[in-house]
């Protein structure tokens, strides 16, 4: 890599999953652009490592950090992903998934009319790979092509209010899926003393944003997927004895970590509800560690839980959480949330994911691609030029306190 700096830096957190690794890798440095870096932050153990492959790649762009001889932690193997970088951006992404590169050809476009910008969110396709493909799924692609201004409180509002969830906070901000600012990156290192705190890396940093960022901005085209492997967390999510038992080895390798600090302490929701308790365990924490107050979220929380308990995947499953559930809410704030969650099974193994045009999304089915890189390249011929983007923000000069969300 020549000495002047990156425009982008993407960071690649992996353990344990050699084939989607070493795939997205090839898929990766396959395109050409000299302006940015991959960093391969390998966790793996010994036997399943990328360390023979990634020697015999001649390619300045990549930076590959081998196993230390332990298992990380994840916030630990994170951190040290993002210390190597040297890019004005960082992003980040897990082993299984897939990142448009050329998403720094609009970074400069980005930065002449919005100069002060700390991070930037774009629709991410969600794709799973053939050895996870049990039910007809699809891929949603947002056919705008604009770049649009978030307001803090919209992004709080969405983050910690769960206004307009589905059964996770429709917040797109964070350095998972996400770009932020080098500067920013540091000066939240610099205040917390350490990038990454929670095991769930991913929305403990949407929080750090909401609280440190100012000025969002949004891109409707796609500029990464986010893929579901076989062996991923995320094919984990809807089947509710897997997602514990993978919670639970985590557990037992690393400790129960932040669920079990001061914190958490009489808060009965967190990772072992489900998805949606897992991410308000994370807020939970960060809020009182923290000291940032946000109320009247109950309620569309226990909405996001209600969708949550009805993707389970079978009805066992679906059973188990809405159990776990009850008991949850039966002890929170004298069960007074208990009338509002009413979840019905609805059997995914039935279900046929909708294909074609709903508004402004086009569902496209997942099979017309094997990777998540084929599957980016398939939406890229959907959406409109990347040169053809269109800008909705405020003056570059206005004053923080009157953002606004075009």
């Known amino acids: ?144 092509n604009r770049a649009v201004e978030t307001s803090r409180a919209q992004f709080f509002d969405r983050l910690f209010g769960w206004r307009g969830a589905s059964h996770v906070p429709s917040s797109a901000y964070s350095i998972y899926h996400g770009a932020v600012r080098r500067d920013l990156v540091e000066t939240i290192a610099a205040r917390y003393g350490q990038l990454f705190e929670h095991s769930v890396v991913d929305y403990e940093w949407s929080c750090k944003l909401a609280v440190e960022a100012n000025r969002f901005l949004y891109v409707e085209r796609p500029f990464s997927v986010a893929g579901v492997s076989a062996d991923s967390n995320s094919a984990a999510a809807n089947d509710f004895a897997r997602s514990q038992a993978n919670y639970q080895a985590l557990i037992a390798e690393h400790g129960p970590g932040e669920e079990a600090s001061q914190w958490m302490s009489g808060f009965p929701f967190g990772p072992h509800l489900g998805v949606a308790g897992c991410i308000l365990g994370v807020q939970h924490w960060f809020r009182q560690k923290y000291g940032v107050a946000y109320d009247d979220w109950q309620e569309n929380f226990v909405k ?56 402004a999304t086009l569902y496209i089915d997942e099979t017309v691609a094997d990777t998540p890189a084929e599957g980016l390249r398939f939406a890229r011929q959907i959406v409109g030029p990347l040169d053809a983007l269109t800008y909705h923000v405020e003056s570059a000069h206005r004053p923080l306190s009157t953002a606004s969300f075009a």
């Not at 997205?24 to 153990?45: M, Y």
């Not at 036997?47 to 492959?53: E, Q």
């Not at 209600?306 to 069960?335: I, M, P, Y």
Request: net charge negative; hydrophobic share 40%; proline share 6%.
């Open 304 to 359: 996001a839980l209600v969708r949550d308990c009805e993707n389970g995947k079978s009805r066992q499953a679906f059973e188990q959480q809405v159990a776990a559930c009850r008991t949850a809410l039966a002890g929170f704030e004298d069960g007074r949330w208990l009338s509002a969650f009413q979840p019905r099974y609805r059997s995914r193994a039935q279900a046929q994911a909708f294909t074609g045009l709903r508004g």
């Open 1 to 144: 890599m020549p000495d002047r700096r990156p425009r982008l830096s993407l960071c690649i957190p992996t353990r344990n999953r050699r084939a989607c690794a070493q795939r997205t890798l090839v898929d990766l440095l396959g395109n050409p652009r000299r302006d940015v870096e991959v960093i391969f932050a390998d966790n793996s153990d010994d036997a399943d490592s990328l360390a023979a492959y990634a020697a015999t790649i001649d390619d300045p762009r990549l930076t590959y950090l081998p196993p230390v001889g332990f298992a990380l932690s994840m916030p630990e193997n994170w951190s040290r992903a993002v210390a190597a970088c040297r890019g004005d951006w960082i992003a980040i992404i897990g082993d299984d998934d897939f990142f448009d590169l050329d998403m720094a050809d609009c970074l400069d476009a980005i930065e002449e009319r919005v100069p002060d910008v700390d991070c930037i969110g774009w629709n991410r396709l969600s794709f799973a790979w053939p050895d996870s493909r049990h039910t007809p799924g699809n891929m949603a692609l947002q056919l705008g």
